[in-house]
């Protein structure tokens, strides 16, 4: 008798400690995607220019270029959601919306990405200096930070004429962020540092 009491009381206790086990785990919480997905819908009219563009994909420092959301809730203070990131690193979603609002906007012949083996005339790089959700401003808005900086291949020459790139160029780009900002969404915000 004392030999069936003192087992049934063990398979008590295993009973009683495994289900204190699964009522102690963690509860499996959903991660929400998001994605930056849309372009500008109208774009200034302008001449096509016989020049080829190729677009690098954007560079990052190591706090964007991670699908983890960031947000800033005081100045110069980044953090990241818990529940909800990035569908892909921020260069990746990016450079395919750089592409295709140049290659819409019309300002070049052409606009390719690497790796591309032909001849192209200008080259353009960026670099994403800020990509959080800001909820310092009211209301809370997505800021994206570019640097841009565009170069000429031609003739061996390293960097395209200032004249010629602030003017011609990035005054069409420049209307394409006002417009990128209203119509894709308050994410796109500044397009700066144009370097010639």
Request: glycine residues 6%; contains cysteine; aromatic residues 10%.
């Amino acid at each position: 008798m004392k030999g069936s009491w003192r087992s049934s009381f063990l398979l008590a206790l295993g009973v009683a400690t495994v289900a204190s086990c699964a009522l102690l785990t963690p509860a499996t919480v959903e991660t929400r995607k998001e994605m930056l997905t849309k372009i500008p819908v109208d774009f200034p009219e302008g001449k096509t220019h016989p020049a080829i563009l190729l677009v690098f994909a954007p560079e990052t420092s190591t706090v964007y270029d991670t699908t983890q959301m960031a947000y800033a809730a005081r100045p110069y203070q980044i953090a990241y959601f818990s529940r909800t990131e990035w569908g892909e690193r921020p260069p990746q979603m990016i450079h395919p919306l750089l592409v295709q609002t140049l290659q819409k906007a019309g300002y070049f012949s052409a606009v390719v990405t690497p790796p591309f083996m032909g001849h192209y005339t200008h080259a353009l790089r960026t670099e994403i200096l800020a990509l959080q959700q800001d909820f310092t401003a009211e209301p809370a808005t997505l800021r994206l930070t570019l640097s841009c900086r565009v170069r000429s291949c031609q003739n061996g020459l390293s960097a395209l004429g200032l004249e010629w790139a602030g003017r011609s160029i990035f005054r069409n780009v420049s209307s394409l962020r006002t417009k990128w900002c209203r119509s894709a969404a308050p994410a796109w915000t500044i397009i700066r540092g144009i370097n010639a």
